[in-house]
């Protein structure tokens, strides 16, 4: 008797309990929207952040719950932003796609070093000691973080400072966090003139410290019929709402720092 009175009363427990619970969950039950886990498949499941959600659910449920806009994976692109749509049951719209660009040409054999670099193999860390190890303190370091955080693995080092491989690329802007130097951004894919080059110094330091290093002559300037390109900073800089890609600033650039895509 002695065992089996516990047994019956644990068992009793058990069914209250079981009573309890089950009451509760109809009592406290919260409907789900099945939009959101519809849109979470549709997602790439990475959960990178680019969005600026925590991740691919996250994103899903602002977008049912706080009207987020269906475009922000670019992690996806355009299929995604299909199906997401579909789901939504509106326009998809036109997706334009964005690729990320590496604005340095300091590579091994241009740009000059100041001291051997022996720490730990991240640019952050190269950059605390005397804004890194290159004569330039604009340019790329080269030691990787970019390559850490690509979830496409489209960056890699290329005669020593990081290139993108647009084929690769889907521009999620999580390499555009990691440089400490913020020589990378993410631009259009129909914005075909890039400009390659942050540095910050004049003219003679430029030389000094770079052999592709923009020196702020203004001729890019001078001849851009819309006004697009402006040196800011002691380096050019072009305003994509108004370049039409002419190419004026190219063929005047005679440090080949601004060129035009493909």
Avoid: W
């Avoid at 009592?27 to 952040?49: H, M, W």
């Amino acid at each position: 008797m002695s065992i089996i009175e516990p047994m019956i009363f644990f068992a009793v427990l058990g069914c209250v309990a079981g009573v309890l619970l089950a009451v509760a969950s109809k009592i406290f039950y919260v409907k789900t929207d099945e939009r959101i886990q519809k849109i979470s498949e549709a997602l790439p499941g990475i959960n990178c952040g680019a969005c600026g959600f925590s991740g691919c659910e996250g994103y899903a449920g602002a977008i049912i719950n706080e009207g987020a806009e269906l475009n922000l994976c670019k992690t996806g692109g355009a299929k995604t932003l299909e199906e997401i749509s579909e789901i939504m049951g509106v326009s998809a719209g036109e997706a334009v796609g964005e690729k990320a660009i590496v604005r340095c040409k300091g590579d091994c054999n241009a740009a000059k070093e100041k001291y051997d670099f022996e720490g730990v193999k991240s640019c952050a860390a190269a950059e605390m000691f005397y804004s890194g190890f290159k004569k330039c303190t604009s340019g790329c370091l080269g030691l990787g973080d970019c390559i850490k955080v690509c979830p496409q693995g489209a960056i890699s080092l290329k005669d020593g400072i990081a290139a993108v491989d647009e084929n690769k690329c889907v521009g999620c802007g999580l390499c555009v966090r990691e440089c400490p130097n913020g020589l990378i951004a993410v631009r259009k894919v129909t914005n075909k003139v890039d400009y390659t080059c942050m540095s910050v110094n004049i003219a003679k330091d430029t030389l000094a410290a770079c052999e592709n290093g923009c020196i702020g002559c203004r001729q890019c300037e001078r001849v851009c019929p819309e006004h697009a390109v402006k040196v800011v900073n002691n380096h050019a800089e072009v305003d994509y709402s108004l370049c039409t890609s002419c190419g004026s600033c190219i063929d005047k650039c005679k440090r080949n720092v601004i060129h035009i895509r493909g």
